[in-house]
């Protein structure tokens, strides 16, 4: 009997001692996985701050490269419109018209071409009439293409490269014209202002990429607006206003590269000596329409009764006398005058300028 109860004593002890040994190892592996899901959740957690962080870099980033560059330049530009002689656009409203005379070639055949304020919807129908409305302004009031900064305005337009045209600054829009030939149909100056416009200055543009590099040449020949204010203001610099758009154009373009950006004045016109076709299959087929074939009249001078046969002297003396008159001044309307003859744009028919509708 002593044996026996030792012998269960020891066993309850062994018992005693496997389930202690027992527990131990439960409780060292729960602190085991205790710790692990820890960490795990640690991990995590530094894990969601990282992406956190990852996404607000991100955003800040991309803030950073869409913000429009024109805000900061804007007022730059402004400084120099506020302190600039201005002209204020008056009488804009549809049914202005006004007459030119157009010579796509030299010495090739004259054009007498009406223009209509009507004609910037053409311009803006063919996405080649857009505008810059500064900060401040509601962009809802304007029915022309508008782009953030320059470098949006080639881009949208790099099929066209090079873009050659008008542009117009007042203290409410910068506009620039797209031309596809010299008859400037819907981007001339006055086609770019809006009535109330202040404007300050107004030109010709060429603007061309080489590889990297976007070159941009500019002038004010717009006898619109800013030769006349050349004229009439003697406060009218133009080394500042040269100063003023080289830095706005040149950070305005800068986007649009990764290379060089080249801004030149120049004192030439730039829209007569382009590359491009002299008229456009735009202008061919707008005024080759019936109801618009008078808006557009082909000048010539009427056949000369032949010369009769005279001394060689008396013909030197006629020919030095012919060469003033057989080149008419084009401020005259040429289709009133005897000594010319005016057809339609496509020709044969005759062009009654009274009859051009406005387009």
Excluded at 80 to 95: D, K, L
């Amino acid at each position: 009997a002593s044996l026996l109860w030792r012998l269960c004593c020891l066993t309850s002890m062994a018992f005693a001692a496997l389930l202690l040994s027992f527990v131990a190892v439960v409780a060292e592996r729960g602190t085991e996985r205790h710790n692990t899901t820890n960490q795990v959740k640690d991990h995590q957690v530094v894990q969601y701050i990282e992406i956190q962080r990852h996404d607000a870099e991100q955003q800040n980033q991309h803030h950073e490269s869409t913000k429009d560059p024109d805000i900061d330049n804007w007022a730059m530009l402004q400084e120099q419109i506020t302190n600039s002689p201005s002209m204020e656009v008056t009488r804009q409203e549809a049914g202005t018209n006004i007459v030119k005379f157009v010579q796509p070639e030299d010495g090739g055949t004259i054009y007498r071409v009406q223009y209509s304020y009507n004609q910037r919807n053409k311009a803006i129908s063919h996405r080649r009439l857009w505008e810059n409305i500064p900060p401040g302004q509601d962009r809802r009031t304007s029915s022309d293409f508008q782009f953030a900064n320059l470098a949006e305005f080639v881009r949208e337009n790099e099929n066209r490269l090079p873009l050659i045209g008008t542009f117009y600054i007042s203290d409410r829009r910068v506009s620039f014209g797209i031309t596809e030939d010299v008859f400037e149909v819907g981007i001339k100056h006055f086609h770019l202002a809006s009535a109330g416009d202040k404007v300050s200055f107004a030109g010709e543009f060429r603007i061309e990429k080489e590889e990297q590099k976007i070159i941009m040449l500019f002038n004010d020949l717009s006898g619109t607006f800013t030769l006349q204010m050349k004229e009439h203001n003697a406060g009218f610099q133009w080394d500042s206003w040269e100063q003023a758009l080289k830095t706005y154009f040149m950070k305005s373009l800068k986007p649009t590269t990764n290379g060089d950006v080249n801004v030149t004045f120049v004192d030439k016109g730039l829209i007569t000596q382009q590359a491009q076709q002299a008229i456009s299959d735009e202008t061919s087929g707008l005024f080759s329409m019936d109801e618009y074939r008078h808006c557009a009249c082909r000048v010539n001078v009427r056949a000369r009764p032949q010369r009769q046969r005279r001394g060689a002297r008396a013909n030197i003396i006629a020919d030095f006398f012919a060469m003033f008159t057989t080149t008419p001044p084009l401020s005259d309307d040429l289709c009133d005058r005897e000594d010319f003859q005016c057809f339609s744009f496509s020709g044969g028919q005759p062009c009654n300028p009274e009859q051009c509708q406005h387009i």
